[in-house]
Structure formats: structure tokens, C-alpha cells
């Protein structure tokens, strides 16, 4: 019998590209997105549907969960994937979109996973995998809520392991480095006239970093490994310098490690 995943923000990126890296590979999958119009060409492949969600409506999750199960008889995998970046100074930054970086990137995983734990724990097995970051274990200039979500995120599933163990799930962070997808398209940068003479080269500096990037299916293929492993192996790093880095801040004191960051991310600007 077929196994199911069912994935969130599926219209685009990382979330598209795994939907459709496991259709070929045979799984029923749920591609999930707010806007559905935006997956019409996903249907091409046999074993795909897909759903409305929004991660901050539970009624629209709750809908999508029982959509799923009734269409493909269950969920094995569920794909925490959608998420954005609000990227610059931290003091041009509103209460409404420091909000909305929680409420997509935290509290939307939440939203979707209590709303699935149910029926995993019923079934006694499955497997939640989330896309964290690297930003999720160290940080860089301009990416404070960003990464504060993100640390968030690796905290509370890094807690949530001990008390799903029990029922036989499963939970797995995939965590990547600057991938080339349609993300850094999406970013929300955000800076002042004060801030703008740092922000602006910081930031330049940081998108280059995507230009030789590897593209989303590297991630695709983690997402297939940790799925596939059968173990309770918790993070899976992806990316070009994503091990690297994240080997580098464990070997490094704070200091090095920061300097080395720097090095990099503020060439050219003029303290």
C-alpha cells in the first residue's frame, strides 16, 4: 500500500518541488497551499492532490486533514514546509509583520501538527518533518525574527520528540543553507534611512550567497531520506555550506565563529 505525505505551502519552492519528487516516486501526496488555483499543473501526476490550508486557519487545517485521510485512507509523513523570511533592521520592523513571522513560521507548524498528532498517535506511527534552517542554530546580521523563529521552532521539536516516542512518532528538522529556489524572491526586507548604510551591503551580500546555491531538489532528497530511514535521527542539514557552518559553530568559540560570520557578511561596509 502506498504511503502519504502530506505537505504545507506546496505552490512553490522547496514545498513544490518535494511534492513532486514524491509523486514520482510513487507516494499519494497532498500538496497542500492556500491558494489551490496555484497547483492545477501539479495534477498531473496520479497520486497528487491537492488542498486548501492555511496554517493560521484550524478550520481550513482540520478541513485538509480529513480531506487527506478520506482521499488517500491516511497520513504517514506530514511536511511542515511553509514558511517566509523578514529580513533587515530590526527597529524598522512593525508589531504586525514580527507577528505575521511568528504566526507563519511558529505558530502555524503548531496549528498543523497538533491537528495531525491525533491521528498519528491513533495509528501509533508516523513521521513529522519540518523545514527549519541552519538559522534555526546560528544566526546572521538582519535575520533577528527570522532566526528567532527558527530557533523557536528547533527548540519546540526538539522537546516534542521525548513525548511522541512513546506512540512510535517520529519527528525530523531538515535544515538548509542558502538554497536556490524562489525564496530569496520572497524575503520581506524591511530597513531605514538610518540603518540603510549597513542593511543594504549586509543584505547584497547575503542574496549573493544564493547564486551558487544549490537548487531545491538537494532538499527534496533530504526530505525523501529522512522519511524513508526509519530512524529517530532529529536534524538532517542540506546544502552546500549549511554542514560546514553548522560544524564550524560547534567547533569555533562564540567569537571565532562571529568574526568568520562577518568576514563575510559585511565585505564592504565601512564601520
Request: no cysteine.
Amino acid at each position: 500500500m502506498s504511503k502519504t505525505i502530506l505537505i504545507t505551502g506546496a505552490s512553490t519552492g522547496i514545498g513544490r518541488l518535494t511534492a513532486i519528487y514524491f509523486a514520482e516516486k510513487g507516494w499519494n501526496v497532498a500538496a497542500t497551499m492556500r491558494t489551490t488555483e496555484k497547483g492545477k499543473d501539479l495534477l498531473r501526476y496520479p497520486t497528487l492532490k491537492v488542498f486548501a490550508l492555511d496554517v493560521l486557519q484550524e478550520s481550513s487545517i482540520r478541513q485538509a486533514v480529513h480531506d487527506t485521510i478520506s482521499a488517500f485512507g491516511g497520513i504517514d509523513v506530514l511536511f511542515n514546509n511553509a514558511g517566509y523570511a523578514l529580513v533587515g533592521a530590526f527597529e524598522a520592523m512593525s508589531a504586525e509583520q514580527i507577528q505575521k513571522q511568528f504566526d507563519t513560521n511558529v505558530f502555524g507548524v503548531m496549528n498543523v501538527t497538533r491537528a495531525v498528532l491525533p491521528h498519528f498517535r491513533a495509528k501509533r506511527g508516523g513521521t513529522i518533518i519540518n523545514t527549519t534552517s541552519m538559522g534555526g542554530l546560528i544566526t546572521f546580521p538582519l535575520y533577528s525574527v527570522y532566526h528567532a523563529t527558527k530557533w523557536a521552532l528547533e527548540g519546540f521539536m526538539e522537546s516534542l520528540q521525548y513525548e511522541l516516542r512513546p506512540f512510535q512518532i517520529k519527528v525530523k528538522n531538515i535544515e538548509p543553507g542558502a538554497i536556490k529556489t524562489d525564496f530569496d524572491q520572497a524575503i520581506d526586507y524591511v530597513s531605514t534611512p538610518d540603518y540603510e548604510s549597513y542593511t543594504h551591503t549586509a543584505h547584497r551580500n547575503m542574496l549573493d550567497t544564493y547564486k551558487t546555491a544549490p537548487t531545491g531538489e538537494v532538499v527534496a532528497e533530504k526530505v525523501w531520506q529522512a522519511a524513508q530511514d526509519g530512524s529517530y535521527r532529529l536534524r538532517y542539514p542540506v546544502g552546500g555550506v549549511a554542514p560546514v557552518l553548522l560544524f564550524m559553530r560547534w567547533l569555533l568559540p562564540l567569537g571565532g565563529f562571529r568574526k568568520m560570520v562577518r568576514s563575510q557578511v559585511e565585505k564592504g561596509i565601512k564601520m
